[in-house]
């Protein structure tokens, strides 16, 4: 079984920046892909960006260039750098990290962003 902690959210103005954290306990779990999801209210959970255990990233397009993944393999967390926010980017934040068989989420964290 694993745990994830998520810490950092909170509420920023327009193009203002946050960072998120998910730190992972595991118990003999090993942690291949790390990543953040985002849902809206009255909208569906979405990817924002992934990053492998070697540290290949993805990001979806409405985050490129102002979001950065990364991640402390020897504390088994997973950080999520928010610069230029816009309301948009307002919602739920998740992270997910995946193992050879499962894959874990975190309990969310709210990140608000007003205009």
């Known amino acids: 079984q694993v745990q994830l902690v998520e810490s950092g959210g909170g509420l920023v103005q327009a193009g203002g920046s946050l960072r998120l954290s998910c730190a992972a306990s595991?118990?003999?779990?090993?942690?291949?892909?790390m990543g953040w999801y985002r849902q809206a209210p009255g909208k569906q959970r979405e990817l924002v960006a992934t990053?492998?255990?070697?540290?290949?990233?993805t990001y979806a397009d409405s985050v490129k260039g102002r979001f950065t993944i990364s991640r402390d393999n020897a504390k088994n967390t997973v950080y999520l750098q928010m610069n230029s926010l816009k309301p948009e980017d307002t919602a739920v934040y998740f992270c997910?990290?995946?193992?050879?068989?499962?894959?874990?989420w975190g309990q969310g964290a709210q990140i608000t962003v007003s205009s």
């Open positions: 997910r990290v995946w193992g050879p068989a499962n894959n874990y």
């Open positions: 595991r118990n003999k779990f090993v942690i291949n892909e």
């Open positions: 990053i492998t255990a070697g540290g290949r990233t």
